[in-house]
């Protein structure tokens, strides 16, 4: 079939040029439509349902929001996971789903269940949200809005009016979330004496103020030919409306309005949390999040130009200033790709034409990477892949070209120096190719099969390394193609055997080999004994390096997380804010700040005032002088910060590192260790234990136990008896306590298209906490009397806030590791907390974070690896039909783990899931090159030559295709191996390993295979030497 196929590629070779010139405009039209990323999406499938529940305590959430939810929520069909934070005021719960159910699928299961549980909660609970579809990497661009000239509340009403529906409006924009500055409110606040002077109390207000707005219909009226739509508009447009409210009329027939009992403002709602900016004060904040599949790099590119629009059209003096721009990420790590693609595609086709000695064939051979990667660019589309760091910068073009060095080979061998006229050279064109097509073949789908372990891995994993298998699979299929369908045709073409030459250089390192071979023949024990004492060996030493999950991305810019005492307010929290902003300021490193603390006034993350979260961009490295990387430069911020800013624990990430973590785990630490069980204060000291035990752990950096205890709150609690005593409505009590600071109800005052709350206010005489009992209620016979006289009030201390795994209560003990690779420091924690924490049920202990994510891997991997090359050594077996041969060639796979070995220990590196996949890789080389070798010498056999002559035949033949294809491959990954740019980090290791590995493996290829032959085939060797003595 093959040959069949080559004989067709050379009779209509035109044909054949015509299509392959289509394939490479349509592989362009296809990487100008690939959506384009920094790095693949590794997020989970999940929903997150985030309920207000005003006035209830983390405990009271808990049991009447988060509970009831969970109940609704669990079994839901795909179901993975479901975590949950309840904090005061607010419940937060994320359902993870399977990997590969469909997000929109997801929401709709989420929506029905909340529908369920909606009866469960109590009235006063608004109705739950769910929280817009994005991700991991769904932060794409973060603003300020500034004006020296406009007030905070000016600032943040044109961004939410103004700036925010025209950025919403860029297609792959799913949402924008703003915080900062003061949120408009119309503000109704009661002068209680005023109030009680017109016979009126705060309960008859709040009703009439609230029915004093509306829109009403009175169908329609007509009039000759027409009709009229008849309606009635009473809403509230400003501060005038809302002051001339009847409230009722004195007995002289004098209307009371709302402006003789209240004073009417534009003010600011009550706020959850801050933003401040470089160090000065507090500004207003934009974050813009990307819908889910979109293709980041033109949402940002529209982003901008959109901010563009918008920022012409703003008031003189407002500026909207880019602080966080993933573009910057995005292009630095393209650049990389690029870089390395470029030069690795210049270095394979420097090394073609020095070791082919023939620049139309290594134009040809290289002409394969494009109509590959076109094929590739295909599958990508097909399996929705995007271009980015794993699945476009980890192909070597190397393995691309093998194919086609061994085809044109296998013509330099046959017709050097030859003189054919077309039609000869296309017939024995055909024959020669014809005759090394199926082992070529075949090794090239056993480098595909090698990707397969990395097809089968699940979760982050998974989702990292899939589109890198998925790619690199297209892109041999490609290949194969390539060699089989057009190369033949290009040969025929363009190359004539007369073109074909060997440099003089290379005619020495044959001869060189040639005469080295017997020797090698001869010392095959010794020989055998070195390379299997050489693997044990690096192996030996390469176990105490230790192994982490994927090397930390330096992307350029930081997270600082501030954590501080529940009971902080927002002064003292901006205060703080602003001294860590002035230390990181102070450093050269640093270009600018912006801290985001608490939450926004509606609801989108269950973050407190004691969680502060500071955007740090760097500058370019080159220019870095206080440390030259990201883990000396934190621990230097973090020692400085926590030394000056009292009452400050600091853990310091990346954008895109923190979300990933927060989204895969729910915690935004590299490592998670999570006790579970039902008491709190329990968990809270276990808790505490475990990080007393592995604080002197080697490599631990970030250290922090969850803040689950310390919320200072005041408690009301009316006494039913006084109040049945005084005449007080319960109501009224509740009333007068809801009025006091978040205001009660009364509608909306409508601006044009602007629409803004309207509260009604009774704030205490003096902004202190012990003035709460001075609040005036109403009796039922008109009087008033103190709040302190119906109800007690309550200082107390409850929990800051209580999570929940899979329905079942958390607390965990974050840490991120500087300075030790991942797995080994998880070995001696584990230790350490196993000797110095007893534990006893119901509580136990799970490790979530990074250290899961390598674990899971690592099983997986044990599980298929072997089982691929166990279908390896099948397809071997088929191919030869002679399990000699096979055994010959499998043994190459485990020696080839030598140099992939030594590289990274020369390189200090330690073992990772990149690392893996290098050595996954090489397995395949070895296996190609191995395969070629090996056919040539049986096909030596078969042709009648005396054994040792025919091992010695077949390898000298095969020495430059061996060479060539393992000199391409390794120094197609040279400048990978060798690259510092953004993304660079994931790339090193498995370039390194792929380098070191082909180098070491293409010696062996060539003297230890030849060694294990003349081992394995001893009836074949025997018979020589029995013609010999013949």
Not at 142 to 164: C, G, M, N
Not at 386 to 398: E, N, P, T, V
Not at 448 to 460: A, F, T
């Amino acid at each position: 079939m093959l040959g069949w196929l080559i004989h067709q590629s050379i009779q209509l070779r035109l044909l054949m040029l015509g299509l392959l010139l289509t394939l490479l405009v349509g592989g362009g039209l296809a990487a100008r439509n690939l959506p384009i990323d920094a790095l693949p999406d590794i997020s989970t499938i999940q929903v997150s349902v985030l309920t207000e529940a005003p006035g209830l305590s983390a405990p009271e959430v808990e049991r009447n929001v988060t509970f009831p939810m969970e109940n609704a929520l669990n079994g839901v069909p795909g179901l993975e996971e479901l975590r949950s934070v309840s904090r005061a005021d607010l419940s937060a719960i994320t359902v993870v789903f399977r990997d590969g159910t469909d997000p929109w699928f997801a929401r709709q299961l989420v929506f029905e269940r909340m529908l369920q549980a909606r009866g469960d909660l109590p009235e006063s609970v608004p109705t739950p949200q769910i929280a817009p579809l994005s991700t991991g990497l769904g932060e794409i661009y973060q603003f300020v809005v500034r004006s020296p000239v406009h007030s905070r509340k000016q600032l943040r009403t044109l961004l939410d009016w103004e700036i925010v529906p025209r950025l919403r409006g860029v297609p792959g924009v799913i949402e924008v979330n703003t915080q900062g500055g003061e949120l408009k409110q119309y503000q109704v606040i009661v002068q209680p004496d005023r109030l009680a002077a017109y016979g009126l109390t705060l309960r008859e207000l709040s009703e009439t103020l609230s029915s004093a707005s509306a829109i009403v219909s009175g169908g329609y009226i007509d009039r000759t030919a027409e009709s009229f739509t008849l309606r009635a508009v009473g809403t509230y447009t400003g501060v005038e409306d809302l002051e001339s409210v009847v409230l009722k009329v004195a007995p002289d027939g004098t209307p009371v309005l709302v402006k003789h009992v209240a004073t009417v403002r534009d003010g600011a709602a009550l706020r959850h949390g801050i933003v401040t900016y470089m160090g000065e004060d507090e500004a207003v904040a934009g974050v813009i999040m990307m819908l889910l599949g979109s293709n980041s790099r033109d949402v940002i590119y529209a982003v901008k130009d959109r901010v563009a629009e918008v920022q012409a059209e703003l008031p003189a003096g407002v500026v909207i200033e880019a602080v966080y721009d993933r573009a910057e990420f995005v292009e630095r790590t393209l650049s990389t790709v690029v870089k390395n693609i470029l030069e690795g595609a210049a270095v394979v086709f420097l090394v073609l034409i020095v070791l082919l000695g023939s620049v139309r064939g290594a134009l040809v051979c290289v002409l394969g990477i494009p109509a590959s990667m076109s094929v590739a660019l295909f599958g990508m589309h097909w399996a929705g892949v995007a271009g980015d760091l794993m699945s476009l910068g980890a192909i070597d073009f190397g393995f691309l070209v093998d194919g086609p060095i061994v085809l044109l080979e296998a013509l330099i061998a046959a017709f050097a120096g030859q003189q054919l006229t077309s039609r000869e050279r296309a017939d024995a064109y055909a024959a020669a190719l014809a005759r090394v097509v199926r082992p070529v073949a075949f090794a090239v789908a056993i480098i595909m099969l090698v990707y397969i372990p990395l097809l089968s891995l699940e979760g982050v994993e998974g989702r990292l390394f899939k589109p890198m298998a998925t790619t690199m699979a297209f892109a041999l299929f490609g290949a194969l193609v390539y060699s089989v369908a057009f190369l033949p045709a290009l040969l025929a073409l363009f190359v004539p055997p007369a073109k074909h030459g060997t440099s003089g250089w290379l005619r020495v390192l044959t001869r060189g080999y040639e005469r080295a071979l017997p020797w090698a023949l001869k010392m095959r024990w010794p020989l055998l004994a070195g390379a299997a004492a050489a693997l044990v060996i690096t192996g030996g030493v390469f176990a105490g390096k230790g192994a982490d999950f994927v090397p930390r991305i330096d992307e350029g810019d930081m997270v600082v997380s501030l954590r501080r005492p529940p009971s902080i307010n927002l002064t003292e929290a901006k205060r703080l804010d602003l001294e860590v902003q002035k230390i990181l300021l102070g450093f050269p490193e640093v270009e600018g700040t912006l801290a985001f603390t608490g939450r926004a006034e509606v609801a989108i993350d269950p973050a407190g005032k004691d969680k502060t979260d500071i955007v740090v961009p760097l500058k370019p490295k080159e220019e870095w002088v206080t440390a030259h990387d990201l883990d000396a430069l934190s621990v230097v911020f973090k020692d400085k910060i926590e030394s000056q800013v009292p009452s400050t624990f600091v853990s310091i990430s990346q954008p895109i590192e923190d979300r990933n973590n927060e989204i895969i785990s729910g915690s935004r630490a590299d490592i998670q260790i999570m006790v579970l069980g039902p008491d709190l204060l329990e968990l809270k000291r276990i808790a505490d234990s475990i990080a007393a035990a592995i604080r002197p752990v080697e490599g631990t950096g970030d250290l922090r136990v969850e803040q689950v205890l310390g919320m200072p709150e005041l408690t009301v609690k009316p006494d039913r008896a006084r109040l049945a005593r005084y005449g007080v409505a319960l109501e009224d009590a509740l009333l007068a306590v809801e009025a006091a600071r978040v205001g009660l109800p009364i509608g909306l005052v409508y601006e044009g298209q602007r629409r803004f709350d309207a509260r009604l206010l009774v704030p205490p005489r003096e902004p202190r906490p012990e003035a709460l009992g001075d609040l005036f209620v109403e009796t039922v016979d008109g009087h008033r009397v103190p709040l302190s006289e119906v109800a007690s009030i309550e200082e107390t201390e409850g929990p800051a806030q209580i999570r929940r795994q899979d329905r079942v209560r958390v607390v965990r003990v974050e840490v991120n590791l500087r300075g030790r690779d991942l797995v080994s420091w998880v070995g001696d924690a584990m230790v350490a907390v196993e000797q110095n924490v007893p534990l006893t049920p119901p509580y136990k202990i799970t490790w979530s974070g990074q250290f899961e994510n390598f674990q899971r891997a690592s099983q997986r991997l044990a599980v298929v690896v072997p089982i691929c090359l166990t279908l390896i050594f099948g397809m071997l077996l088929w191919n030869f039909r002679d399990v000699r041969y096979a055994a010959a060639v499998f043994a190459l796979v485990p020696f080839a783990l030598i140099g992939g070995l030594a590289g990274l220990i020369l390189r200090d590196m330690s073992f990772s899931i990149p690392a893996a996949v290098g050595f996954i890789a090489l397995a395949g080389v070895a296996v190609l090159n191995g395969v070629v070798l090996a056919s040539e010498v049986r096909a030596a056999l078969d042709e009648g030559h005396r054994f040792d002559e025919a091992l010695l035949k077949g390898s000298s033949h095969t020495m430059r295709a061996v060479l060539t294809t393992g000199a391409v491959a390794a120094l197609g990954f040279l400048p990978m191996a060798l690259a510092t740019g953004a993304g660079s980090e994931v790339q090193r290791p498995l370039a390194t390993t792929v380098v070191f590995g082909i180098g070491a493996s293409t010696i062996l290829t060539l003297f230890l295979l030849p060694a294990l032959l003349r081992l394995v085939l001893r009836r074949e060797r025997r018979a020589g030497e029995n013609m010999t003595h013949l």
